[in-house]
């Protein structure tokens, strides 16, 4: 079987890479944009690019490879690839979907009970000897029979909203139509509606330029003084401002946040709050779920390459 030319982008577990340089000739850089320092001949003879991080990959690092048909993504966001500049050029993009919906939501509940009852200051308390010195925890908020809204259900919006129903919650939902959910689970065409809706926002639509600060100071202004919103989407999503400005004047009574606008730099102001709970974009950073990621990632190359149909293609 011929080997063909794959450059691999960003950092892979050393199984992944060495399953994509037993089975491709390979060459690596770590960003699309050391693309164009590849020689010549590397990058006339890439046909595929296997892709994995947050740096963008655009129509200038396309054309540095005039042979390239396949971007592979690790990943199920594809925000940072230009789909449009991609489909113009024939180059198909695939994604990782699915095999990380269950991780993302564990995630995003998680942030949520952490958030709300104050998990990682109460350890702290425990740690520092403040128990023993001052006394009791000061009393946190409760987190069962609230009103819950998903800011998008998709595949990990509707994970989010079946666990949550476990805490005896009330799910809204926001996205494009209504979907085939609950018949409980309350519509909302428009987000300053889902936000005047609920105690508790998750945010999970798909990043992209179509959904930059789609969590807008209006749908923040609209969320009750004692709500918290989660994201585990994109920080673009969120106008991080915005938010910023709630947290601080009191009119937002927490957030937790695994995205940012600028990561992995987060905004000083965030980490100063004692009401944000910050993550380090690890939404589906499980051993499994990554191997998961990188077996499906691998398995649209090898179809590529072999000429049958991809799995998860995007576009
Ligand atoms: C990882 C993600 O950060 O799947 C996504 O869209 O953002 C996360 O799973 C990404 O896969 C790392 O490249």
New binding site residues.
């Given amino acids: 079987m011929p080997r063909s030319n794959i450059i691999l982008v ?1 950092a892979y577990s050393p199984q992944q890479r060495e399953r994509l340089e037993t089975r491709f000739t390979t060459c690596s850089v770590d960003t699309p944009q050391q693309l164009m320092r590849l020689a010549s001949d590397e990058r006339k003879a890439c046909a595929a690019v296997a892709c ?3 740096s963008p990959f655009g129509a200038a690092e396309m054309d540095a490879l005039p042979s390239l048909r396949l971007i592979a993504n ?4 594809y925000d940072d690839i230009d789909i449009d500049a991609a489909t113009s050029r024939g180059i198909t993009v695939t994604n ?1 979907p699915n095999v ?1 919906n269950d991780d993302v939501a564990d995630l995003a509940v998680g942030m949520y009970l952490a958030l709300k009852r104050r998990l990682i200051a109460g350890d702290r308390w425990v740690r520092s000897g403040d128990w023993a010195r001052i006394g009791s925890f000061p009393l946190n908020a409760h987190t069962s029979g609230l009103r819950v809204g998903i800011l998008g259900m998709g595949r990990i919006g509707k994970e989010i909203a079946d666990r949550m129903v476990a805490f005896k919650t009330t799910v809204h939902y926001q996205s494009r139509q209504a979907k085939q959910v609950p018949s409980d689970w309350v519509y909302h065409a428009d987000a300053i509606d889902l936000a005047r809706s609920v105690d508790v926002l998750f945010v999970t639509i798909v990043g992209g330029d179509e959904t930059r600060h789609f969590v807008s100071a209006e749908v923040l202004s609209a969320l009750p003084s004692d709500a918290v919103v989660i994201n585990v989407s994109r920080g673009t999503v969120i106008d991080e401002d915005a938010l910023i400005q709630r947290l601080q004047g009191g009119f937002l009574a927490g957030a937790a946040l695994d995205v940012f606008a600028t990561e992995p730099h987060v905004d000083p102001r965030l980490c100063d709050q004692e009401n944000v709970l910050l993550q380090p ?1 690890q ?2 950073g499980t051993i499994n779920t990554r191997e998961s ?1 990188g077996d499906l990632q691998y398995a649209n190359i090898l179809a590529f390459t072999e000429g049958n149909e991809l799995i998860t293609p995007v576009n």
């Fill in positions: 960003g994995h991080g947050h690790f990943g199920v966001g990782t990380l974009h939404g589906s990621m």
